[in-house]
């Protein structure tokens, strides 16, 4: 088996995790409109993360108000553009299946978190527009296409403008399982069903469990490696050996995780994530120990650097804290606290 933690144990305080919390709230714009870092741009999937991680640490206002910010920049399609910044500017057309999907994950996360029915009644015709919209895009092999144009125009690897075919991604593909997950759930906790729904997610595992080559070869990258196992597209066999077989290619012992397999870039945001996927199969351990090497990357204020490069330790990007970091060493804690909103949502 691979490496294991010494001992389990919580790799942040509550106090900690609060101060993550803080920080991702005064980078809040007044609209609010979570972007990466101050001044930066927002993605409309890491803006749900980051959304997540003020719900866990007791934030409602602050979510809600980044949940009302999403819907009112909504396409009439029910997607939203990869890109925003001041003022909920577009910055990159593209329209994503997974960015739109995600939604339905922070959507189901806040009303188990709060209770709060008015908050799903408000926020579901915004999930059900969203996924309505992701799924036009499922293939007949059940992967979704990664990204269109606003006219519609599949977006593979060919020159811009030009219809290349669908180009499904493995790790989006593997978010959108968990996005459909939630949709289903909050759908019935407005007590509506959605069948199609359910069989569009079958076919989707199915595709992710069955059909690798129905997806762009990424394999480099440490998102599809831990990402199926996040998003609970394996069984619990496969999942445990997908990450026995890829620990000594990705993660860099007392450090996390790297970004890509051939550099030396060891990120927050993987590391905590890994540490989500292994949480999720029950390898507590091993998810105690990424989590707890992140505490290389945090700040005074609590935030998060968003990467080092070893062996030296230098800041990559020089001097950025990222939003979407501390939102997923939060959202990891809650995880291994068992907090029932986050497990049920990724556990």
């Given at each position: 088996?691979?490496?294991?933690?010494?001992?389990?144990?919580?790799?942040?305080?509550?106090?900690e995790l609060d101060a993550t919390g803080a920080s991702?709230?005064?980078?809040?714009?007044?609209?609010?409109?979570?972007?990466?870092?101050?001044?930066?741009?927002?993605?409309?999937?890491?803006?749900?993360?980051?959304?997540?991680?003020?719900?866990?640490?007791?934030?409602?206002?602050?979510?809600?108000?980044?949940?009302?910010?999403?819907?009112?920049?909504?396409?009439?399609?029910?997607?939203?553009?990869?890109?925003?910044?001041?003022?909920?500017?577009?910055?990159?057309?593209?329209?994503?299946?997974?960015?739109?999907?995600?939604?339905?994950?922070?959507?189901?996360?806040?009303?188990?978190?709060?209770?709060?029915?008015?908050?799903?009644?408000?926020?579901?015709?915004?999930?059900?527009?969203?996924?309505?919209?992701?799924?036009?895009?499922?293939?007949?092999?059940?992967?979704?296409?990664?990204?269109?144009?606003?006219?519609?125009?599949?977006?593979?690897?060919?020159?811009?403008?030009?219809?290349?075919?669908?180009?499904?991604?493995?790790?989006?593909?593997?978010?959108?399982?968990?996005?459909?997950?939630?949709?289903?759930?909050?759908?019935?906790?407005?007590?509506?069903?959605?069948?199609?729904?359910?069989?569009?997610?079958?076919?989707?595992?199915?595709?992710?469990?069955?059909?690798?080559?129905?997806?762009?070869?990424?394999?480099?990258?440490?998102?599809?490696?831990?990402?199926?196992?996040?998003?609970?597209?394996?069984?619990?066999?496969?999942?445990?050996?997908?990450?026995?077989?890829?620990?000594?290619?990705?993660?860099?012992?007392?450090?996390?995780?790297?970004?890509?397999?051939?550099?030396?870039?060891?990120?927050?945001?993987?590391?905590?994530?890994?540490?989500?996927?292994?949480?999720?199969?029950?390898?507590?351990?091993?998810?105690?120990?990424?989590?707890?090497?992140?505490?290389?990357?945090?700040?005074?204020?609590?935030?998060?650097?968003?990467?080092?490069?070893?062996?030296?330790?230098?800041?990559?990007?020089?001097?950025?804290?990222?939003?979407?970091?501390?939102?997923?060493?939060?959202?990891?804690?809650?995880?291994?606290?068992?907090?029932?909103?986050?497990?049920?949502?990724?556990?």
């Amino acid at each position: 088996m691979g490496p294991r933690a010494e001992r389990e144990g919580a790799p942040y305080s509550p106090e900690e995790l609060d101060a993550t919390g803080a920080s991702i709230a005064a980078i809040q714009s007044p609209d609010g409109m979570i972007p990466w870092f101050e001044n930066g741009h927002a993605d409309p999937w890491n803006h749900v993360e980051a959304a997540m991680a003020l719900t866990a640490t007791g934030r409602h206002d602050a979510s809600e108000a980044a949940y009302s910010w999403l819907a009112s920049v909504q396409r009439e399609d029910g997607s939203w553009h990869a890109h925003y910044g001041d003022g909920g500017t577009v910055e990159e057309e593209r329209l994503d299946t997974n960015v739109t999907a995600y939604i339905a994950t922070g959507v189901r996360h806040h009303h188990l978190a709060t209770g709060d029915d008015g908050f799903l009644e408000q926020m579901w015709p915004v999930v059900e527009a969203a996924l309505e919209w992701v799924l036009r895009w499922q293939q007949p092999g059940g992967e979704l296409a990664w990204a269109v144009s606003p006219s519609g125009v599949l977006i593979g690897a060919g020159p811009p403008g030009h219809d290349m075919g669908a180009v499904a991604l493995l790790a989006a593909c593997s978010s959108v399982c968990t996005s459909l997950r939630a949709g289903i759930a909050c759908a019935r906790a407005c007590d509506l069903e959605r069948p199609a729904w359910e069989r569009a997610l079958v076919r989707l595992v199915d595709a992710i469990a069955s059909r690798p080559s129905a997806f762009a070869p990424k394999p480099e990258f440490a998102m599809d490696w831990y990402y199926p196992v996040l998003a609970g597209a394996l069984d619990p066999l496969r999942s445990d050996r997908r990450i026995e077989r890829g620990w000594p290619t990705w993660v860099v012992a007392d450090r996390g995780v790297r970004c890509r397999s051939d550099g030396a870039w060891v990120t927050t945001a993987e590391t905590a994530e890994c540490a989500i996927a292994c949480a999720r199969i029950g390898r507590t351990e091993d998810a105690s120990r990424l989590l707890g090497w992140t505490r290389a990357h945090r700040q005074p204020d609590g935030s998060f650097a968003t990467g080092l490069v070893h062996p030296d330790g230098t800041e990559f990007p020089p001097g950025e804290r990222s939003t979407y970091s501390g939102a997923a060493v939060v959202l990891a804690a809650d995880l291994l606290a068992r907090s029932p909103a986050t497990v049920d949502v990724f556990g």
